[in-house]
């Protein structure tokens, strides 16, 4: 159910189906507790995350839930795929079904991902105009050209997006490999940027999403929960 400014007697005569007169009365009863504390006047807003019972039996209970996950090789970065295992199946948890992604990756890709059933979070870190950096590690079949390296730092062109990408940030590791940080979540975008200069990415893992770290001792497949330091647009 959507949330946005819904009155605590207008959520109640929705959800029960038993509308307004139902939810003026149980509230003039005094059974109506929102967050523990019983309340009688009906007008006030309900938060997404606020718990509302009515005669101790749970209307809206929604714990705001933030996961980092490390998610491995062939898993799908979706919410529900009928022939393919997605992040959401790799939790195993009835609570699961809830959460959403704050930016995909590949199937192939491995590396951080985020969950959340915030909506207000994961929108603040894939807005465009946020520009929250991405950082990966980048492997390559071809050695990774002086002209490719200057031309990512100097912001790529994309045409079907009609966007030049934010300057990004390059470091060579290996005449094959980088730390490669991205400002955008465009599809495909790392895999297109390298293959404007013929090179193929053989293997592409992210590390980080703004200030959120991929934990060393995350294997994979696992996942952590973590409570953000919301800016105040997210609260
Ligand atoms: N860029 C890609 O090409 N693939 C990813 O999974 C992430 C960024």
Known sequence: MAHACVTVA???????????????????????????????DGSQELGKFDQLTI????????????????????????????????????????????LHLAGRL??????LVILTNDSAFSESL??????????????????????????????????????????????LLTENSCRLTIHEGLHHQIKRMFLRFGIRVTRLHRESIGPHVLPEDLASGDYRTFWPHLPQSCR
Not at 106 to 111: L, S, V, W, Y
């Open 10 to 40: 207008q959520f109640i005569a929705k959800k029960t189906s038993l509308g307004k007169r139902y939810a003026k009365a149980v509230l003039c009863r005094g059974e109506v507790f929102l967050n523990q504390t019983a309340i009688t």
């Open 55 to 98: 005669s101790g039996t749970i209307l809206q209970s929604r714990v705001p839930r933030y996961l980092l996950m490390h998610k491995p090789a062939g898993i799908l970065s979706a919410t529900s795929d009928p022939t393919h295992r997605t992040v959401i199946d790799l939790i195993g948890q009835p609570w699961a079904r809830d």
């Open 106 to 111: 590949d199937r192939a890709t491995t590396g």
């Open 126 to 171: 894939m807005r465009p105009g946020n520009k929250i950096p991405k950082t990966y590690l980048v492997e390559t079949d071809l050695p990774i050209t002086a002209e490719a390296i200057e031309k990512f730092r100097s912001g790529m062109p994309f045409q079907k997006e009609n966007i030049r990408a934010q300057p990004a940030i390059v470091g």
